[in-house]
């Protein structure tokens, strides 16, 4: 992967971040911070060896005990609501198959 694509994916990485912010804004405000209490997050099944993987590790994805990359609360609001934080990995997971080419995958679970 050459110096550009890695500067496309740390720009890919930045873009998907805010639009998940802005999705999970936008869905606060219309429904407010209620329902279940909650985690989300984003999975991208990539090895942490690939040369994409080294680069979604450099942009802030983690390795995950099943396997693959995970980004948790990608919105990064600070809210309980579940409804909140999956609006924001969704956008971001959309957001990263559709600008880099890997499926990524949005995941919540209740706390």
């Not at 050459?2 to 496309?8: A, C, F, G, T, V």
């Not at 971040?17 to 429904?31: C, M, N, R």
Request: charge should be neutral; aromatic fraction near 10%.
């Amino acid at each position: 992967m050459s110096k550009d694509n890695l500067d496309l994916v740390a720009l890919a990485v930045e873009t998907g971040l805010a639009v998940a912010q802005k999705a999970a804004q936008d869905f606060l405000a219309t429904h407010g911070d209620r329902d279940a209490c909650g985690f989300a997050w984003v999975t991208v099944y990539e090895k942490g060896s690939t040369k994409m993987g080294r680069a979604l590790l450099k942009n802030g994805f983690r390795k995950a005990y099943g396997g693959g990359l995970q980004m948790w609360n990608p919105s990064g609001l600070g809210v309980q609501s579940i409804n909140v934080k999956e609006e924001g990995a969704e956008a971001f997971a959309r957001f990263l198959t559709e600008h880099l080419g890997v499926k990524a995958y949005a995941d919540s679970r209740m706390d």
